[in-house]
């Protein structure tokens, strides 16, 4: 029971950040620049942790 009241809390938290999150998001001016810059850091670093097999998480 305590983890089911733990589970509903969390998800209820996690649904109120996301539609704040939301709120945010959708009134704020986007760089796009800096956006894009970090998605291709991001795919930077999986494509090098699949050609080395080093690095992340779950090695």
Known sequence: MPRLILLVVC????AI?????YQFLRTRQWD???????????????WLRH???TGGLFG
Request: hydrophobic share 65%.
């Open 32 to 46: 796009w620049t800096g956006v894009g810059v970090a998605i291709l850091f991001i795919l930077l670093a999986i």
């Open 17 to 21: 950040a996301l539609y704040k999150l």
């Open 11 to 14: 998800a209820v938290a996690g």
């Open 51 to 53: 050609e080395t097999g």
